[in-house]
């Protein structure tokens, strides 16, 4: 399978911005050790084609309470899924080494908005909220974040540490630790690269 990106700016002054993300299985005919591959790359299943249409706005804050605001609109027809997000963040510069970056997100998502014939539907609905503070230290490209979560399906605040350290030219290496609803630990360590042209 691949996966494609598009996105549009429409408005210079507000930082507004609409896009596609497609993913495209294989198609046709594939062998026993071809389907066992690609299951094994996807978690036991097979990949399916889809998408999502996605729509982004960021602007400044409010005066010295908050310094960007960024609201964004998801519909994902393939997972029958819409989702409206919006973060709230303050950066506080401490010292010229040092900054602290506070955000604040919140999130309503709607399961079950496409309409099937026949079937009466009855749409859910669930919220979370995601606070962090994340200090950066500016001459080693090195952030730290400490954070927590709380959506409805969850009846305690989640929390988690993480790590990000730039290397060279885009190159990014990060990890984070955090808690699950089931009280285990969840560990990730990631790298990327990452280029504008």
């Known amino acids: 399978s691949s996966a494609v990106s598009v996105k549009q700016s429409i408005s210079p002054f507000l930082d507004t911005r609409i896009g596609a993300d497609m ?10 050790s071809e389907q066992l591959s690609e299951r094994l790359a996807n978690g036991g299943s097979l990949p399916q084609s889809g998408g999502s249409a996605w729509a982004a706005i960021s602007t400044g804050g409010v005066a010295s309470i908050w310094d ?11 997972a029958d899924q819409s989702k ?5 963040s303050k950066s506080v510069p401490l010292s010229e080494q040092y900054s602290l ?17 026949g079937i009466i539907s009855h749409p859910s609905r669930s919220y979370d909220t995601d ?5 950066s230290v500016n001459d080693t490209g090195t952030s730290i974040t400490a954070g927590q979560t709380l959506s409805t399906s969850d009846d305690r605040w989640l929390r988690r540490i993480g790590a990000e350290q730039k290397l060279f030219d885009g190159v990014t290496v990060s990890g984070s630790v955090g808690e699950t609803s089931q009280g ?14």
């Open 184 to 197: 285990t630990t969840n560990k990730s360590i990631s790298a990327g690269y990452k280029r504008s042209w």
């Open 23 to 32: 993913t495209v299985a294989r198609q046709g005919t594939m062998t026993t």
């Open 68 to 78: 960007k605001t960024s609201v964004e609109a998801r519909v994902d027809p393939s």
């Open 84 to 88: 409206v997000g919006t973060s709230l």
């Open 101 to 117: 970056t506070l955000q604040n997100g919140y999130n309503f998502i709607q399961q079950g908005v496409v309409p099937v014939p």
């Open 131 to 135: 606070q962090s503070a994340s200090l």
